[in-house]
């Protein structure tokens, strides 16, 4: 009897550690978490928490800082904990990646909001289930809804990068490649819609141009994915004008490595990240196009005065849900236009055309989107 009551006793203080939900707060500390990365790179993670702290120090509003030391789910799990313990009451996240520690921890936390930057209702979805097929008449998916406490807003990455690719093909790239760090949701929205739109101008003007389509599968810098540009910038392609997409800071830096070493004045080396270019380019030896530019100043202080102004409380009264705020918000990074063949009145148009369905493009995240002889597929880099 008394075994059995201690069984009790330990299993219900168990289930109130796990489970117990919090009660709300009437003051507001924001947590701001960004991937593995410093806070001091010229990114979009030094975009986010420069905006963010500088609200945060003008509304006289406390604010804490974290990134997980490894780029590993437990890590972002475990750095959220450590913001939510410490009394954050709205967490700021930067990244898709996020969806999945986000997932496990907000169901306890009904009273905080949780500003998910990057974060699609594909993200949440996938990390909720996990068992994402890409099936959107899949019933999970069609019952599936945000939890009403999550600001989970992304960008518009196909109508911009389909925009892009067609305007870098039809400027006369004759090699278009696009190298994500890893295969993910995110990535493959961007490298999906890039090389359609290069495929769509190569089809229009019945051009010459090769797609290759690849997954560094590691973000770090690296001989042998430096080794495999060399490869590409090699002998065969070596006098044709090459443009390289990339997404994620170290793949960037790896294929900036190889066109520098070798000198190769026709690679242009192009981020999907904000403000790489700054300090990692040789400009005399491969020329860049500049970053994307995430538009964050547009939105998150307004994020943070609704919750501020209309509920200080944090009651959880409001829904505060958004699954997917289209924003077209991106431009070159560059000061100047930096194509010569499509200007910049005719890309926002064409952005737009696409976001609003005039230009129709394959949506689908499951097979990539063009066949084995439209576009090379390399895989993985690093195996």
Not at 5 to 32: H, M, N, Q, W, Y
Not at 135 to 142: G, Q
Not at 267 to 289: G, P
């Amino acid at each position: 009897m008394k075994k059995s009551a201690l069984l009790l006793l330990l299993s219900f203080s168990l289930a109130s550690f796990l489970g117990c939900k919090k009660e709300p707060r009437t003051d507001i500390k924001v947590g701001i978490i960004s991937d593995y990365r410093n806070v001091n790179q010229e990114s979009k993670i030094k975009t986010m928490y420069d905006i963010c702290s500088s609200w945060c120090e003008k509304n006289n509003v406390t604010h804490s800082f974290r990134k997980p030391n490894y780029d590993m789910d437990e890590n972002r799990e475990t750095s959220l904990k450590i913001l939510l313990d410490a009394g954050c009451n709205v967490i700021i996240t930067l990244g898709s990646s996020f969806a999945s520690a986000i997932d496990k921890v907000i169901e306890y936390y009904p009273y905080h909001k949780f500003i998910a930057l990057d974060v699609s209702k594909d993200d949440m979805y996938n990390a909720h289930f996990k068992d994402f097929d890409f099936d959107y008449s899949n019933s999970k998916w069609s019952t599936y809804s945000l939890p009403s406490n999550l600001y989970a807003f992304n960008f518009d990455l196909e109508s911009t990068y389909f925009s892009l690719g067609y305007s870098l093909a039809k400027e006369g790239y004759k090699y278009i490649n696009y190298v994500g760090n890893k295969d993910s949701i995110e990535n493959r929205r961007i490298g999906y819609s890039f090389i359609q739109g290069a495929d769509e101008y190569r089809k229009k003007s019945n051009s010459e141009i090769k797609i290759r389509y690849a997954y560094a599968n590691f973000n770090e810098l690296d001989n042998d994915i430096v080794g495999r540009f060399n490869t590409w910038n090699g002998i065969g392609e070596y006098f044709e004008k090459k443009i390289y997409l990339c997404s994620g800071a170290n793949v960037y830096k790896n294929a900036l490595i190889s066109a520098t070493k070798r000198g190769i004045e026709n690679v242009h080396v192009l981020s999907s990240e904000y403000n790489y270019y700054d300090t990692l380019i040789d400009a005399q030896k491969a020329v860049y196009l500049g970053g994307i530019v995430c538009d964050y100043e547009r939105y998150i202080p307004s994020y943070l005065s609704d919750i501020l102004n209309d509920n200080k409380g944090l009651s959880g009264e409001k829904v505060c849900s958004i699954e997917c705020d289209r924003m077209i918000s991106f431009s070159f990074s560059s000061s100047t236009w930096p194509l010569t063949k499509i200007n910049k009145e005719e890309y926002i148009d064409m952005v737009n055309k696409v976001s609003n369905g005039d230009i129709m493009i394959n949506h689908s995240l499951g097979e990539l989107p063009l066949n084995d002889e439209e576009v090379d597929y390399q895989g993985n880099l690093k195996v």
